[in-house]
Structures are given as structure tokens and as C-alpha cells.
């Protein structure tokens, strides 16, 4: 390790910044609780996939041209806003009424949970933004700056599998409740409105 304190010190932060609550916390929680572990482990794998672009990304300097170009950022916040808004308006007109009903958002198809998380990460250029804010901190003297940059941003991806797994295991059980009569549309109006939120504050942020 090239410098052991700086590394430790940026698995403390990054640790910290991976369980505060955000929308991909609410993702993961959310299909746990309805769908199942695996589709909630594929959501995680489709968020795992897109921090992983974005690392890519920043290392090779599209984090940069993020940062420095107002027509390319509004561009993907735009883009990330409105998939935002469309999710949480979905559930929040169409929840569904029982763990059993079909649908859109109906347990299923690993690969639609995973496409879920990967475009909601992926088109949020804060992560970008984030990543070249954030990782330079951590950089250490005589290394390949990129090289460093992205093995980075792959253990933050190894933090939030780990979050995501804790997560998964405490909200799986919660899945007798989610039976009741009630409880699935409550909970899909719940994460449709913090979607809803999530996209709105998004859209209306500023670049910087």
C-alpha cells in the first residue's frame, strides 16, 4: 500500500459516506422489502456497475469535463432528473396492492432491478462530480494517478456491497408484514415520493 494512513483514512470516509442515506439506500431497501434478496442484489449489482463507470469515467477525465462544462452537466442531470421522476411517479399513481401483483415493478425479472439501479447511478452526474472531488483527497505521491483513482473508486463499490448485503438481511424478514393488506401500496407511494424528491432536488441543483 502506498501510503497505509491515507488509504485507511479514506475507508473511514467513504464508509461513512455509503450508510448515509440516499436514494440507493432506498432502492435496495425497497426491492429487499417487496421483491425478494436477488432482485434487490441485482438492484445492488446495477448501482455497483455505475459507480464503477463513473470511476472509470473520472479517472480518464469525463469527471473533469463534467466539472468544467455547464452544457455537459445539465445534460446527464437532466437526463438522471427525469428517470427519477418517471419512477417515482409510477409508483406513486400505480402502487402495487399485493408482493403477488404483476407489473412493472412486480418481483421478476432480475435484469429490470439491475437495469433500475444501474440507470438511476448512472445518470446522476453527481457521482462523477463526487469522485473527482472526493478521490484526489486520497491520492497519494508517485503513483499512476488514474490506476489509483479507479481502485478507489472499486472499494468504495466493495463498501456498498457490503451495506447493501446488511441491508438485504435486515429487510428481507420484513416480508410477512409487506403482506398485509395495504402495506405494499403504502410503502410503493413511500419510495415513489422519495424518488419523486430525489429527482426534483436533482433537477433543480446547481451545477456546482
Given at each position: 500500500m502506498a501510503n497505509l494512513p491515507l488509504f485507511l483514512a479514506f475507508v473511514a470516509s467513504a464508509a461513512l459516506l455509503t450508510i448515509t442515506p440516499g436514494l440507493d439506500t432506498v432502492m435496495v431497501l425497497r426491492t429487499a422489502s417487496v421483491e425478494g434478496r436477488r432482485p434487490a442484489a441485482m438492484a445492488a449489482g446495477g448501482i455497483a456497475l455505475g459507480c464503477l463507470i463513473w470511476g472509470a469515467a473520472v479517472s480518464l477525465g469525463l469527471g473533469a469535463l463534467l466539472q468544467a462544462s455547464q452544457i455537459a452537466y445539465t445534460a446527464v442531470k437532466l437526463a438522471g432528473a427525469a428517470y427519477l421522476l418517471w419512477?417515482?411517479?409510477k409508483l406513486l399513481i400505480n402502487p402495487r396492492k399485493s408482493l403477488e401483483m404483476?407489473?412493472?415493478?412486480?418481483?421478476p425479472k432480475g435484469q429490470d432491478s439491475f437495469r433500475r439501479g444501474f440507470l438511476t447511478n448512472l445518470l446522476n452526474p453527481k457521482m462523477g462530480v463526487f469522485y473527482i472531488t472526493f478521490l484526489p483527497q486520497f491520492v497519494p505521491a508517485g503513483v499512476s494517478v488514474a490506476?489509483?483513482?479507479?481502485?478507489?473508486?472499486?472499494?468504495?463499490?466493495?463498501?456498498?456491497?457490503?451495506?447493501?448485503?446488511?441491508?438485504?438481511?435486515?429487510?428481507?424478514?420484513?416480508?410477512?408484514?409487506?403482506?398485509?393488506?395495504?402495506?405494499?401500496?403504502?410503502?410503493?407511494?413511500?419510495?415513489?415520493?422519495?424518488?419523486?424528491?430525489?429527482?426534483?432536488?436533482?433537477a433543480t441543483s446547481s451545477a456546482r
Open positions: 419512477l417515482g411517479v404483476s407489473g412493472d415493478f412486480s418481483p490506476a489509483y483513482t479507479f481502485f478507489l473508486a472499486g472499494v468504495h463499490v466493495l463498501l456498498a456491497f457490503v451495506w447493501f448485503a446488511l441491508l438485504i438481511a435486515a429487510t428481507v424478514p420484513l416480508s410477512g408484514f409487506l403482506r398485509r393488506p395495504g402495506a405494499v401500496p403504502l410503502l410503493d407511494r413511500l419510495t415513489g415520493g422519495l424518488f419523486f424528491a430525489f429527482g426534483l432536488r436533482l
